[in-house]
């Protein structure tokens, strides 16, 4: 299906009581089970038992309560998709064509970039903004390679449009590099590329216009693996990124909760940012981090999901796990750090609470269903049957790696992408899940005991050698 | 059977079971049927013209050797394009096109003029209608999409479906549908009662009445509001003022911030916004505001008499636009997007006004508080 088409299916007016259907399943269901219970033997049900030694009903009681937090989940996403589906659709900022365009700053943090760099400055030179509005700044932090030549080269050659920044020293890490950045840019609207991304003609525009809105602190569009067709992996990650994007970040953004800002094909405003303390320099999730603290001080992140941008995905298991290790660790950080902080904000309303909290949760979400696997097998072995309907309940509810809603997730976007035959891979998610559950589980378990180090390295996806440029 | 080779089977069946969904994305995986990148939009299409800048480049490249005929000979020509696409080309002249009164209920032809053209009333034109020079429609004829190098002039009745362009002023008379897309190079007036969808000129103006000297700007010598004054004002963090609750602005007082508001705004007569807005409530102007910046409004948004707004303007709800009131300028263009526009008659915009449902030019009997958007 070509983009115009898919983008009509993506527009389309949708249902004002779309939660009409599902609130209606629910209620059915919930009905069911309690007339399951209530003609159950008195003997049989689900009752606390005060016979019962006390470490098993301590594991009894965390059973039950990591089937509710794996139910609040599922519920979510459920919600997430049919409102997608379903409902109406928020793109409030995307008829922009006509403006008084502000000034903008296009940084490109590199590190060893020379495969890609000239590509994206390449792209950037072609974009549809107004020139004289428009500074295309890379930032070369240290590189050993060729990319400080080829900036110095594009930057030669357009003057005034390509000015570049080399950093010599400070931190390591893209989040020290953005920050050290930020004084030598006096323009408010900040985009941000990875080096490896290829923007297209109209895509400044498009994420420049949000920030037209006085509220808004931070955009986010869509990025698309480009390198989908490489092995199984690349093609799980395709899927997985196409639930992420096309139906989560646009489900939050039609339901005004919390999308996130994800570091690139992105932008902030500067003011809010420098208001906020700039960047974390220790960050490992330097995104997640700014979303939360934007949140907190009351400016709002909008998601784009017209605003596309190809990038590469990880093409080795072993990258993929460095790369979820990473965010893991970098999501239980930013949980640690404003997770208490988002319950009693005053700027935040309680939906956006809820949702920031369950968005900052999701790498906990894996040690939390090995757990309740390990519970449940236990507990069975231990004799405890009385309660077996929830026992059943529970390895049911998270037999398909804890959240069956998140491959009915992908399925969605598979469908609002009008891809056919990629969906058939949907089973093979449970590998890639498999792998996240390994890396997940020891980043959360490992981060306490990890030691706080000077230094943040820079994480990027290997390079693999340029597919087509263009599609 | 054993108890054996019974539980034998029962695995080997289990297996089976659950490799069984995996059958098909094993066979899509060695195919790569449906293995490459998703296509994403990288030329932006958000433009108006696209539409007519294609027609325009298929014109040039398709029918310049009949024009250029029909040009030579002064003679109508019809016949069939290489796609099966009927034509007809008029020379063009006072006289209206000679269409055959069988095909007028619907005309699937293309027309096209080397001068200007006049089309017969009560038509249907199916295909696309193109005019080297001036164009006239016909009162009360359809249109898919119509071009003209000159002028646009729809008459009271008429309709397009999707798109029209005109590279000089594109009128639309009382009561015209305009569908899709309507653009000008150069001005767009639309008559009380007209709908519309999607327009783009330098100039738009709205009802019968010429557009009136731009509004005086709000007082300048009024004192601006301090943040003392803000009932409900949480922080000012950023140069962005974020008020709990509603916020009024006093009648002739000026604000000189950003400013977002959670609750509804009311910004009094003659009041002035320096910065820009966004209401999570409903917003309402009353006569003689000014706002220099954008206005953001996930409610409904009203603008009384004579207001002037910067831009852009975006409502995710119910647009009104004044009489009298002016969006962008000349100078600076902007667009106005909401779900339903109502525009009184009298006011005009500068750049692209886009309503995703319906917009419609108010007739100027009934003022716009009290109607509801038609379906």
Known sequence: ?471 | MGVGPAILVLLLLTLAWTLLPFVPGWRELVRKSDATALPIQRRSEVDVRHFAQGFRAYVDRTLAGILERSRRSGAAVSGELADGTPYLVVPGSEAEAEIPADERAYCSRLIISTRDLRLPADCVHAAEVYAAGDLAGGARSVYRAALADGALTLVAGSASLRWLHAGRALTAGEGCRLCGRASSDESVRLAPGCSFERLHAPLLTFGDAAPGPEPAAGAPDAAPLAEADLRGLVDTMGGRWLVKGDFELPPGRRLEHDLVVEGAVILRESSHLKGSLKSRGPFRAERGVTVAGSVVGQRDVVFGPGCSVGGPIICEQTLTIGAGSIVGSAAKPTTVSALDILVEPGARCHGTVWAHRRGEVLVPAAPARERGVTA
């Open chain 1, 1 to 471: 299906m070509d983009a115009e088409r898919r983008t009509d299916r993506d527009l389309r007016a949708g249902y004002a009581h779309w939660w009409v259907l599902p609130v209606v399943v629910v209620v059915v269901f919930a009905a069911a089970v309690v007339a399951v219970v209530a003609a159950l033997p008195v003997q049989d049900l689900p009752l606390p038992d005060p016979m019962r030694p006390l470490y098993v009903r301590i594991m009894l009681a965390a059973l039950y309560l990591i089937i509710a937090i794996v139910v609040v989940n599922l519920i979510r996403h459920y919600y997430f998709t049919l409102n997608r589906l379903l409902g109406r659709q928020r793109h409030p900022y995307l008829d922009l064509d006509t403006a008084d365009w502000p000034r903008v700053t296009v940084l490109i943090p590199a590190h060893n970039e020379e495969r890609v760099i000239g590509d994206i400055l390449t792209a950037l030179l072609e974009v549809d903004y107004p020139r004289d509005r428009l500074r295309i700044m890379p930032l070369n932090d240290r590189s050993t390679d060729g990319t400080r030549a080829i900036v110095d080269g594009f930057a030669q050659a357009h003057a005034g449009l390509v000015t570049p920044f080399h950093r010599e020293d400070g931190l390591a890490g893209k989040a020290a590099a953005l920050q050290d950045a930020l004084p030598l840019i006096t323009d408010d609207i900040v985009l941000v590329f990875d080096a490896d991304y290829i923007p297209g003609r109209g895509l400044i525009k498009q994420l420049v216009a949000p920030f037209f809105d006085p509220e808004v602190g931070a955009v986010m569009g869509r990025v698309v693996p480009l390198n989908a067709d490489v092995n199984l992996l690349t093609r799980l990650l395709d899927l997985e990124r196409a639930g992420g994007y096309q139906v989560d970040q646009q489900a939050r953004m039609n339901l005004r909760l919390v999308p996130q800002y994800g570091g690139t094909v992105g932008g902030i405003r500067r003011r809010a940012v420098e208001a906020i303390g700039g960047w974390d320099v220790r960050s490992l999730a330097e995104d997640t981090d700014i979303t939360m603290r934007l949140l907190l001080a009351g400016w709002k992140t909008v998601y784009q999901n017209r605003s596309e941008c190809y990038e590469q995905v990880p093409e080795t298991w072993r990258s993929r796990m460095r790369q979820i290790f990473r965010w893991a660790r970098g999501h239980n950080q930013v949980l640690r750090k404003y997770g208490g902080r988002l319950l009693f904000n005053r700027r935040t309303r309680l939906a956006e609470k809820i949702d920031g909290l369950l968005l900052l949760n999701i790498y906990l979400m894996s040690p939390i269903v090995v757990l309740g696997w390990v519970l449940g097998v236990v507990l069975w072995y231990l004799g405890v049957t009385k309660p077996g309907l929830i026992v059943i309940l529970a390895v049911t509810s998270y037999s398909t790696l804890g959240n069956f809603a998140v491959f009915f997730e992908i399925a969605a976007a598979t469908h609002l992408d009008g891809t056919r035959s990629r969906v058939r891979l949907l089973p093979f998610i449970m590998a890639g899940f498999l792998v996240s559950l390994m890396a997940v589980a020891r980043a959360t378990v490992t981060q306490p005991f990890a030691r706080p180090t000077r230094n943040v390295h820079w994480h990027k996806t290997e390079r693999s050698e340029r597919r087509s440029r263009w599609v």
